[in-house]
């Protein structure tokens, strides 16, 4: 696996399940938190901000990219994995500071000012 330019400070990974994979999304969320020791975010079996299915999140910095994006292709089982910049420019870290593990989803876009940029 190529591990992509690691040039932002932070970073976010969503983690998408449904029924099917419920279970294993939810050790995996786990072993995030209680083995890795990152914060993760609610389990979502709802839709939530731009994800079109269930999701879960977790948040990590520019020094544990790599070492988690390993991890992470190692460990998610087929599950789908969007991890982003977090600039705070929404939109253009769904969009320009993006990549994926396993299959891309859709996104519902709408929901962030494409003119909004970093702080």
Request: net charge negative.
């Amino acid at each position: 696996m190529t591990i992509p330019a690691n040039e932002f400070a932070h970073y976010h990974a969503h983690l998408y399940f449904d029924e099917t994979t419920q279970e294993f999304a939810a050790e995996l969320r786990y072993t995030i938190s209680h083995e890795l020791g990152l914060p993760v975010g609610p389990f979502n079996t709802r839709l939530v901000g731009p994800h079109l299915c269930w999701s879960f999140e977790t948040a990590f910095t520019q020094t544990e990219f790599p070492q988690f994006v390993r991890w992470m292709e190692r460990h998610r089982r087929g599950l789908s994995v969007m991890i982003h910049a977090v600039t705070g420019a929404h939109y253009h870290d769904h969009t320009q500071h993006i990549f994926w593990l396993g299959n891309p989803k859709p996104l519902n876009l709408n929901v962030f000012n494409p003119s909004v940029a970093a702080d």
